[in-house]
């Protein structure tokens, strides 16, 4: 699952998996693999220096956010840092999943999919959809920043609408959270579809 920041990809993801889906989300593998004294952390505060952590030596996210989004050498240094941990952590959980309940459906929430080129290793593609008019709006407002600053954020990703053409499925938050967990209710009847044929 992808789509942009601040789309509703948390909200899709929690009604999937209360529908019975696993899941496993980048962004808190993300947080996960820079906790203080972990090697990602420790890398990141030799480059980018104390700055960015807060009183309890964790990582300031925001302003780290805000230093990566103004250049482009630094925001590739974090994910050189960050990204080859991230994915061993996925592999170790899809891995646990899967023995665990080999019949598993398995949702993995990657917000950078395309622009980290990983969607090769899924079956499926779905996008949580929002307009980019939208996405603006609610990115100022979950995260109390201008929108200039979202603008930087949103310039960082691929265009919501050139997602779309990548997608299997579409999930349209753009409306009432009843609309989208009817569209969430329906994909997941598609999915365990998918599923029963792929296994036989």
């Given at each position: ?26 962004d808190?593998?993300a ?60 592999e ?103 599923q ?5």
């Amino acid at each position: 699952m992808t789509g942009g920041i601040a789309g509703g990809k948390t909200t899709v993801a929690n009604m999937l998996k209360e529908l019975g889906a696993h899941l496993i989300d980048f962004d808190v593998l993300a947080r996960q693999v820079v906790e203080p004294g972990k090697p990602a952390w420790k890398e990141i505060v030799d480059y980018f220096g104390k700055q960015v952590l807060n009183e309890d030596n964790s990582l300031d996210r925001k302003r780290l956010s805000t230093i990566v989004f103004q250049e482009f050498q630094k925001r590739k240094k974090l994910e050189n840092i960050t990204h080859p941990r991230i994915y061993e952590a996925f592999e170790r959980q899809a891995i646990e999943i899967e023995a665990k309940c080999p019949r598993a459906i398995i949702q993995v929430v990657v917000p950078l999919l395309f622009e980290v080129k990983m969607q090769d290793l899924f079956h499926k593609i779905l996008l949580v959809y929002l307009p980019s008019e939208k996405q603006t709006e609610r990115l100022c407002e979950r995260d109390g920043i201008s929108r200039r600053e979202a603008a930087n954020i949103l310039q960082a990703q691929l265009p919501i609408d050139e997602k779309v053409k990548y997608a299997d499925f579409i999930i349209n938050n753009a409306n009432s959270l009843e609309e989208t967990r009817e569209q969430v209710e329906k994909l997941w009847e598609s999915l365990k579809i998918l599923q029963r044929n792929r296994l036989t």
